[in-house]
């Protein structure tokens, strides 16, 4: 197999652990090999083994290699869009009222189950080459917006679809309490059992790769969540939570005693909550695009994550009511401007936390032995790629050691 030489880089490795650790795995004068999907060698130019032989070489002139950005938090498949409810906001009414009237979650189910499985596949398509273009190499992608077995279905297919028509790898996870859909007003229970047997059904047909659920008063109860939990539990899925967004409802704490991959959102997260999640290893996933997006006031606690080591993610969490934005990017100067993440946090969040948020742990570092996820920047330090917004600088993106085009 032809061996690739990526030289004269200034490369940011997010490379853990080693005693020589710098700020971002950060070194100018760097190179990194490829073979088939995998990184082989990376280090400083001059201390490339000569015994390598390489096939074909890139010499990238100073600009950045940094790993592929992964958006581990999006609902990338749904009909319609939200605009008019957003300018209905901007005339008075809130997201919660608009939700009560049959807007918000509800519209986008009634124009999801409306949609083609075609349809839905190429909008998503769309919204990832969006993303891929700003250097994501891996997405996780949640169903929420069918909330009937044929629905869901339809959009984890599509959200399959996705990783089958784009070179980028697509996680899916199930999100059927996301909602309560209209056929079971008032019996939520009843509902969760359903949403149960589709999740064997899914899984079966080796559609889903996680679970996830809304905790929340407006939602899905931790009773309800648990039960839903432990048949994604039998099934061998990992399970991730939609927690402490509006209210602090102790989704975190009952997600953590599930060994969660990840609890996301967290405006509202306690101090037995940071405590619960730092135990049980989960990742404390921010999204900045809907604390924006719903001008909440409610800040994160981030000193007290940062205090406890909870490994922190930022996502994009691209839906069409509270965050749709397409820019993994943006979401990286945002988590620095509204949540006072340092540009080195936000980094790892969108890289080797992502990662973990995944349960992946082949990517996410520019380290010997990991897939060949790569993106290339013009630019000459990953901070100016938190500083900058509304630019796009990403000039190329390799996708399991082939270059795509973005
Ligand atoms: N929290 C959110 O912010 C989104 N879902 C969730 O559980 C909102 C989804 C929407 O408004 O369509
Ligand atoms: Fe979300």
Redesign the pocket.
Known sequence: MTRTLWRRANIATFADGAATRTPYGFSEHGALVTEGDRIVWVGADDALPADLRIGAEHDLQGALLTPGLIDAHT?LVYGGDRAAEFEQRLHGATYAEIAKAGG??AS?VRATRAAATEQLTERAVARARVLMAEGVTTLEIKSGYGLSADDERRSLKAAREVGLRLPVSVCTTSLAL?ALPPEYAGQADAYVDAACDWLRDQHAAGLVDAADA?CESI?FTTDQVARWFTVARSLGLRVKL?AE?LSDSKGAVLAASFNALSCD?LEYLGADGVRAIRESGTVAMLLPG?YYFLRETQLPPIAALREAGVPIAIAT?H?????PALSLLLMLNMACTLFRLTPEESWRGVTVNAAKALGLDDRGMLVSGMRADLAVWDAEHPRELAYRFGVNPCRRVVIGGTECVA
């Open positions: 609902h918000g979650i986008t996301h809304f939602a939609h967004q959102h809907a969490d839906n069409p009511g509270s965050s």
